[in-house]
């Protein structure tokens, strides 16, 4: 509980710690709260770089299984996290040695502070994520590294090997369509069955489109996108294509629209 209220403090802790007794936790200061959620992310790190804890499932489980789920899945994204600054470590350790330094003068013994850790250079960080996970999502398995999108190559071989794919499984891959995130896959999967468009994305591109063609925020923009995305999710990518062929032939009159 700790480390999802510490989830939630983003650059601060302060305004989460009093939630700690609320909830029954017992009080914790900010600093507390901080070391607990550091401490408890470490070990967390150390046992995914030493894969020391145990998966309680197998892709190879499925395989053999009297009444398969469906396909295996493997999703790989990055995403934005926010980092501290080495500028906003030092303005920390100068209120923390202002107060130190007022409860020193008041005749209070503390000990030394540890030597102050250098801060990130940038306020955010890119993180690439790569999961595995069934189709009904009853087990998953995720991983995460800080390096440079060629790193997820080798994360994608480790986390399906981590739990049992194997070259005869129908994997898919559903992702957001970014252009590193394919090659990636095709690199370390090149037995993949397919690379999927998520939802979310396919629905963002369809109204972005529609808004383009009918003028956004238009009923007519709206009935558009509800059609598309009615037909992708209930009568498949045929229906969808047709409908979007309609849609140009008959709407997008316009350079600009039929780009969208």
């Known amino acids: 509980m700790a480390c999802r209220l510490g989830l939630n403090a983003q650059s601060s802790f302060a ?20 070391q607990g959620v550091e401490a408890e992310g470490q070990r967390v790190q150390e046992a995914q770089q030493r894969q020391a804890f145990a998966l309680s499932w197998s892709a190879g489980e499925q395989a053999s299984s009297a009444s398969p789920i469906g396909p295996l899945c493997v999703g790989v994204d990055g995403v934005m996290t926010r980092q501290v600054t080495d500028q906003e470590k030092l303005k920390r350790r100068r209120k923390v040695a202002g107060r130190r330094a007022a409860r020193s003068r008041a005749g209070q013994e503390l000990q030394p502070l540890p030597p102050r850790r250098p801060g990130a250079d940038g306020p955010w960080k890119e993180v690439k994520i790569v999961g595995a996970y069934q189709a009904q999502h009853e087990h998953r398995h995720w991983a995460s590294t800080t390096w440079c999108h060629l790193m997820a190559a080798v994360l994608i071989t480790q986390v399906t090997r981590r739990v049992g794919m194997d070259l005869q499984q129908i994997v898919v891959a559903v992702v957001d369509g970014a252009e590193w995130i394919e090659a990636r896959l095709r690199e370390g999967l ?3 069955a397919a690379v999927i468009l998520d939802f979310y994305h396919l629905s963002e591109h369809g109204h972005a489109a529609t808004h383009e063609v009918f003028g956004e925020g238009s009923v007519l923009a709206q009935e558009w996108a509800e059609r598309l995305l009615h037909a992708i999710r209930q009568e498949g990518y045929e229906a969808f294509d047709a409908l979007l062929g309609q849609c140009l032939i008959q709407q997008a009159t316009t350079p600009a629209a039929q780009a969208a």
Do not use: F, V
């Not at 017992?26 to 901080?34: F, Y």
């Open 190 to 192: 090149p037995h993949l």
């Open 15 to 34: 305004r989460q710690a009093p939630l700690m007794e609320e909830l029954g936790l017992g009080t914790a200061s900010r600093e507390k709260l901080r």
